[in-house]
Nanobody
Framework: QVQLVESGGGLAQPGGSLRLSCEAS????????MGWYRQGPGMQRELVAS???????FYLTSAQGRFTISRDNAKNTMTLEMNSLKPEDTAVYYC?????????????WGQGIQVTVSS
């Protein structure tokens, strides 16, 4: 019912910046929480940042101060501005959205997008 499509990402040098975007489409009236997860080589998947419908944000400690998450509810989009990138930020990043369905919600995922930080 809901499709999430990521864009952006790619290759950046240490200290550089990248911007990830996610667009939601399909059948829904609202989205609760949205967030970005990542899974790097040899690492578990982890939540990098999330943002609630009202704009409340959460950041992974290592991302706080470097990354900024935002959303535009009118456009059904979410972005992650990544600054001061480090090699350990290298991972596949996944857009996630919690969409209400009846008395519960469904967790949707994008296909993932590669971010590589290397000199």
């Amino acid at each position: 019912q809901v499709q999430l499509v990521e864009s952006g990402g790619g290759l950046a040098q240490p200290g550089g910046s990248l911007r990830l975007s996610c667009e939601a489409s399909g059948t829904f009236d609202s989205i609760y929480d949205m967030g970005w997860y990542r899974q790097g080589p040899g690492m578990q998947r982890e939540l990098v940042a999330s943002i609630a419908e009202n704009g409340y944000t959460f950041y992974l400690t290592s991302a706080q101060g470097r990354f900024t998450i935002s959303r535009d509810n009118a456009k059904n989009t979410m972005t992650l501005e990544m600054n001061s990138l480090k090699p350990e930020d290298t991972a596949v990043y996944y857009c996630n959205a919690d969409v209400p369905s009846g008395d519960h919600f469904i967790d949707y995922w994008g296909q993932g997008i590669q971010v590589t930080v290397s000199s």
